[in-house]
Nanobody, 126 residues
Framework: QVQLVESGGGLVQAGGSLRLSCVAS????????IHWFRQAPGKEREFVAAISWGGGSTYYADSVKGRFTISRDNAKNTMYLQMNSLKPEDTAVYYCAAKRTQYTAQIIITYTMDYWGKGTLVTVSS
């Protein structure tokens, strides 16, 4: 079992920045790619970004490409989502999730994740 706990959410003005963290605990965290998703009020959950277990592969939704950066520090079992140039439409609950993969550079784009965090709220004011 892997537990994921997000933090770093809050209220920020448009154009500002936030860094979300996701700390993993529990069983061995080897071979898990990490994804960030978000869900805005009244909308479906959507994919934001993903990073492979080895950190060498990343993938972003078009809506955040060039503004968000995903990274991880496996020694600390911590993953990050640096969010810059935030827009009101980025307002959502952000979730990290883990998906076991076979290869260190592999990313599987799916909503069927092995583990989910409980989310952290990001509010961007205009």
């Amino acid at each position: 079992q892997v537990q994921l706990v997000e933090s770093g959410g809050g209220l920020v003005q448009a154009g500002g920045s936030l860094r979300l963290s996701c700390v993993a605990s529990g069983r061995t965290f080897s071979n898990y790619a990490i994804h960030w998703f978000r869900q805005a009020p009244g909308k479906e959950r959507e994919f934001v970004a993903a990073i492979s277990w080895g950190g060498g592969s990343t993938y972003y939704a078009d809506s955040v490409k060039g503004r968000f950066t995903i990274s991880r520090d496996n020694a600390k079992n911590t993953m990050y989502l640096q969010m810059n140039s935030l827009k009101p439409e980025d307002t959502a609950v952000y979730y990290c999730a883990a998906k076991r993969t076979q290869y260190t550079a592999q990313i599987i784009i799916t909503y069927t994740m092995d583990y989910w965090g409980k989310g952290t709220l990001v509010t961007v004011s205009s």
